[in-house]
T-cell receptor
Framework: NAGVTQTPKFQVLKTGQSMTLQCAQD?????MYWYRQDPGMGLRLIYY???????DKGEVPNGYNVSRLNKREFSLRLESAAPSQTSVYFC??????????????FGQGTRLTVV | QKEVEQNSGPLSVPEGAIASLNCTYS??????FFWYRQYSGKSPELIMF????GDKEDGRFTAQLNKASQYVSLLIRDSQPSDSATYLC?????????????FGKGTLLTVNP
């Protein structure tokens, strides 16, 4: 049982380049999330998807786009990378609803450097 | 006001002491609260969740929730050096924001042998 799988684990981009971060989960979760983590800033929500076919902006969506390809996969795209997007990116998934068993499970992270 | 705030830390305690981590949240209707532990260079991992007012104990960990004060805390008893990590508080939104999971900035805990 792989849980949440992100690719790649490391990436270096030049300013202006584009790339897509891939995320897949095998836990049959409805909700999926993309966070970025910078020193001293905690986890900041970029986008989330409550269910297949829906996406919503989080706290820091500018410069990013997402696609919920199907129930398993949720990708994050940087169209024109900027040094300010240097960060560690985490994908997560969870069951939908209130209360019990709605905690998020995280992938191993992608360390992105934009030079 | 940030949606989820944690005491900024860092927090340093001696081995065997009680470590107390605090979190406040702004969405009065929130129903689900989580504590995650994150070791340096690793992903966050869930250590506790709490949904009802009061205390919830799991081994050396106790989560406390006070919805009236919009406050949730984590106590770690008999702290061990292996507990040294960043602790993240997470809150699931209410109503239409129920799908949204918001994290605080985290508190770095160091347990000294």
């Amino acid at each position: 049982n792989a849980g949440v799988t992100q690719t790649p684990k490391f990436q270096v981009l030049k300013t202006g380049q584009s790339m897509t971060l891939q995320c897949a989960q095998d836990m049959n979760h409805n909700s999926m999330y993309w966070y970025r983590q910078d020193p001293g800033m905690g986890l900041r929500l970029i986008y989330y998807s409550a269910s297949e076919g829906t996406t919503d902006k989080g706290e820091v969506p500018n410069g990013y786009n997402v696609s919920r390809l199907n129930k398993r996969e949720f990708s994050l795209r940087l169209e024109s990378a900027a040094p300010s997007q240097t960060s560690v990116y985490f994908c997560a998934s969870s069951r939908t609803g209130r209360g019990v068993n709605t905690e998020a499970f995280f992938g191993q992270g992608t360390r992105l450097t934009v030079v | 006001q940030k949606e989820v705030e944690q005491n900024s830390g860092p927090l340093s305690v001696p081995e065997g002491a009680i470590a107390s981590l605090n979190c406040t949240y702004s969405d009065r209707g929130s129903q689900s609260f989580f504590w995650y532990r994150q070791y340096s260079g690793k992903s966050p991992e869930l250590i506790m969740f709490i949904y009802s007012n009061g205390d919830k104990e799991d081994g050396r960990f106790t989560a406390q929730l006070n919805k009236a004060s919009q406050y949730v805390s984590l106590l770690i008893r008999d702290s061990q050096p292996s507990d040294s990590a960043t602790y993240l508080c997470a809150v699931r939104g209410s109503g239409g924001s129920n799908y949204k999971l918001t994290f605080g900035k985290g508190t770095l805990l160091t347990v000294n042998p």
